[in-house]
């Protein structure tokens, strides 16, 4: 089992940068991929970003240029940055680890960009 918590998560004005970061208790972090969902209230969760243990990242088109994501495997975290947010990004930003046929899911924490 491996848990996931996030942090970072806050309220921010239009334009701000916020920056999450997902902490892994597993000893083989190395090995899972990585990923940032989000949710906003009844709609489904979609993928923002992702880093797989190749270290190859996957940012999709709505937050490209704007969000990065990395990973830290000493430190068992994975990191999304945010910049010039933007009002629609606002949602619930859940962590995400997979290996094979494992996955496993943060807490969650809040995003709120005003304008």
């Known amino acids: 089992q491996v848990q996931l918590v996030e942090s970072g998560g806050g309220s921010v004005q239009v334009g701000g940068s916020l920056t999450l970061s997902c902490a892994a208790s597993?000893?083989?972090?190395?090995?899972?991929?990585m990923s940032w969902y989000r949710q906003v209230a009844g709609k489904s969760r979609e993928l923002v970003a992702s880093?797989?243990?190749?270290?190859?990242?996957n940012i999709v088109p709505s937050v490209g240029g704007r969000f990065t994501i990395w990973r830290d495997n000493g430190k068992n975290t994975a990191t999304l940055e945010m910049d010039r947010l933007k009002p629609e990004d606002t949602a619930t930003y859940y962590c995400?680890?997979?290996?094979?046929?494992?996955?496993?899911w943060g807490q969650g924490t809040q995003v709120t960009v005003s304008s």
């Open positions: 880093i797989g243990s190749n270290g190859r990242t």
């Open positions: 995400n680890a997979r290996l094979r046929s494992e996955t496993y």
């Open positions: 597993t000893r083989i972090f190395s090995a899972y991929d």
